[in-house]
């Protein structure tokens, strides 16, 4: 793990005003001082526990752009990507906080009533209950018109049934918004999401944590909704069948939220690298002073410099409100797409130590495997892109 001097020194967020950048420079502090020391115990687990969860609600780092009345700090996306960056240059990727953060509780702040807002999104702010977006489901991934989770109206409950799999926090979660058809008839148009508190949830099960090849610590579940019973208060939006259009709108967010991660972590392992080839040495110089290292780490560094300052771009875009989907896409595939190949190239460099998982090189290799594959596949992104032509 590098030293919280040496992570500072990273490219901080430069689109940052001040109170973004004293966020980010806090965020960093925290996750060395709170998570870094316990994250090799959480890899090991394959699950952070709640207690970290409640510390970083206490510190701020929960709902940082959820307004002050709902118990968030009143920040924007710009205070979110300082603590998704913060995550990736300290280089504890799997604490799922910037999905509670930046997916779900959007959801709850833009299509939730006055209501709903009041009930979860304080006790999201304080950790007490802990996000998810169930979407995926084993028969549909990329094609969400697919989904078969129905919830039947009855009276003033919904029935929910079906499974979901794949669901980041999947164990840790207590408030989860479920992807659901409540007409099936009408395709798109009848897709709903419902938020499921599942403490006292009768029907509702966990599946396994599932066995990871990347990502350990973040835990991603199967979920299964046998006839739960859930107020029909708990729908967002005003009427049923709003679903897939709220999908669409903050898909964006989502895909620009893994660009920023995947920008985070390539800095990282650039810094990490770096240091590593003029510490090592081989034929009698160290390995920077071969022509091919340095050519090879200027290539990626004028890369990254790129990536950076496109994301820069969709964060001050986005925080004005102009991020259209399009360019969203065009950050998580290719960001994610540089990150794998950077991380690659960086693992390389570390020789056979790059391949031990003692040097944290070879964590960020298979955490990055998942980047291209989560929140739409790189693939779904060109199409997207392609129908804009
Ligand atoms: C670690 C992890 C965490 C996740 N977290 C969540 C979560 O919190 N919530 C959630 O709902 N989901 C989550 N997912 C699910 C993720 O979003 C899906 O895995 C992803 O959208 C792909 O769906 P799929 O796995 O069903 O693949 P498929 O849709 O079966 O795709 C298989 C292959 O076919 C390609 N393909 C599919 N359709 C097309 C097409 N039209 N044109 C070209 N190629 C195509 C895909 O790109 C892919 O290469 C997570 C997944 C992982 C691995």
Redesign the pocket.
């Known amino acids: 793990m590098t030293t919280p001097a040496e992570i500072l020194s990273l490219p901080k967020p430069r689109w940052a005003e001040d109170d973004v950048a004293m966020l980010y420079d806090m965020a960093v502090r925290f996750l060395e001082a709170e998570i870094a020391p316990r994250y090799d115990e959480f890899e090991k687990a394959e699950i952070f526990d709640r207690e970290s969860w409640r510390k970083a609600g206490e510190a701020g780092l929960l709902c940082a752009s959820m307004p002050e009345e709902y118990g968030g700090s009143g920040g924007t996306y710009a205070h979110e990507s300082a603590i998704i960056e913060a995550i990736g240059h300290v280089g504890v990727d799997g604490f799922g906080i910037a ?1 509670h953060n930046s997916i779900v509780a959007p959801y709850i702040l833009h299509y939730g009533s006055e209501e709903q807002k009041r009930r979860w999104l304080p006790r999201m702010a304080t950790g007490e209950l802990i996000g ?5 489901e084993p028969g ?4 969400l018109q697919g989904i078969r989770t129905r919830a039947v109206r009855d009276g003033n409950h919904y029935a929910i049934n079906g499974s ?1 799999t ?4 999947g164990q840790l979660a207590n408030l989860i918004v479920v992807v659901t058809k409540t007409d099936p008839d009408k395709g798109a148009k009848g897709t709903s999401l419902i938020v499921v508190e599942t403490d006292d949830a009768a029907g509702f099960e966990r599946g396994r944590n599932l066995d ?1 090849i990347g ?1 350990k610590s ?1 835990d ?1 579940s199967e979920l299964f909704f046998n006839d739960v019973r859930v107020p029909t208060a708990n729908l967002l939006g005003h009427d049923e069948g709003e679903g897939f259009v709220q999908l669409m709108q903050q898909l964006p967010q989502e895909r620009l939220q893994i660009g920023g991660s995947a920008i985070a972590m390539i800095e990282r392992a650039l810094a990490l690298t770096i240091a590593y080839v003029k510490e090592r040495r081989a034929f009698g110089k160290a390995v920077i002073d071969f022509q091919n290292t340095q050519f090879k780490l200027a290539e990626l560094k004028t890369e990254a410099t790129v990536g950076r300052v496109f994301y820069n771009d969709c964060v001050a875009r986005h925080v004005a409100g102009g991020l259209d989907p399009v360019t969203a896409s065009m950050a998580k595939y290719w960001l994610s797409d540089l990150q794998g190949k950077i991380v690659d190239e960086c693992l390389q460099l570390h020789g056979g130590y790059g391949y031990m998982n003692e040097y944290p090189i070879a964590r960020m290799f298979r955490d990055a495997r ?1 980047q291209r ?8 992104m060109k ?1 997207l892109i392609a129908r804009s032509l």
């Open positions: 999905l998810a977006i169930a979407m995926t549909a991934g990329s094609d979901k794949f669901i980041t926090n990871k990502m973040n991603t998942v594959i989560y929140g739409g596949t790189n693939e779904i199409l």
